[in-house]
T-cell receptor, first 115, second 116 residues
Framework: ETGVTQSPTHLIKTRGQQVTLRCSSQ?????VSWYQQALGQGPQFIFQ???????GRGNFPPRFSGLQFPNYSSELNVNALELDDSALYLC??????????????FGSGTQLSVL | AQKITQTQPGMFVQEKEAVTLDCTYD???????LFWYKQPSSGEMIFLIY??????QNATEGRYSLNFQKARKSANLVISASQLGDSAMYFC?????????????FGIGTKLQVIP
């Protein structure tokens, strides 16, 4: 069973640039969620993709966007980077149950630094 | 709205002893699930245990148990027989029915350090 993999592991960008983060979901999973974890905080929900469509979004501006591909892998795109976007970005995959017991399986994250 | 509160920024425990990590939650959902995740320094969040809001018995997974008190809205994690490898950040989280169960809300975490 292949786990969730994310790339790159670390990234340094400057303010105003654009960035793309990638995630391969665990085999058998059809749903991908992205979370932002600022230093010293818990993860914050960005959005979720199911069947290649966004079907849930947290309190993040439109410059945060994503894609899910037919093989259930996913990308997170952030435009016009701001200093506050510096964080660990976590991808999580799951087998959508539409119920409270749906477990998330996380990758190791991408550490983004915006200078 | 959903909210998770973890009031212990850091905890120390002696190896082989038990430790309780506190978690309280706030939600207007009737149906929800509570989770605990472990985050080692590598960054990956590791699922530990799950408790459903309608489950009458406390969940257990090996050395982990969840002390669920629904009326008090608390979901404390108990780790028995602590090991050095248990040193990590621990996050309490909730998934609720409002919004179709899509979002998981996390607390700020508790840093656990196991002392030899």
């Amino acid at each position: 069973e292949t786990g969730v993999t994310q790339s790159p592991t670390h990234l340094i960008k400057t303010r105003g640039q654009q960035v793309t983060l990638r995630c391969s979901s665990q085999s058998g999973h059809n749903t991908v969620s992205w979370y932002q974890q600022a230093l010293g905080q818990g993860p914050q929900f960005i959005f979720q993709y199911y069947r290649e469509e966004e079907n849930g979004r947290g309190n993040f501006p439109p410059r945060f966007s994503g894609l899910q591909f037919p093989n259930y892998s996913s990308e997170l795109n952030v435009n016009a980077l701001e200093l506050d976007d510096s964080a660990l970005y976590l991808c999580a995959s799951s087998l959508r149950s539409g119920q409270a017991n749906e477990k998330l399986f996380f990758g190791s994250g991408t550490q983004l630094s915006v200078l | 709205a959903q909210k998770i509160t973890q009031t212990q920024p850091g905890m120390f425990v002696q190896e082989k002893e038990a430790v309780t990590l506190d978690c309280t939650y706030d939600t207007s959902d009737q149906s929800y699930g509570l989770f605990w995740y472990k985050q080692p320094s590598s960054g990956e969040m590791i699922f530990l245990i799950y408790q459903g809001s309608y489950d009458e018995q406390n969940a257990t997974e090996g050395r982990y148990s969840l002390n669920f008190q629904k009326a008090r809205k608390s979901a404390n994690l108990v780790i028995s027989a602590s090991q050095l490898g248990d040193s990590a950040m621990y996050f309490c989280a909730m998934r609720g029915s409002l919004g179709g169960y899509q979002k998981v809300t996390f607390g700020i975490g508790t840093k656990l350090q196991v002392i030899p």
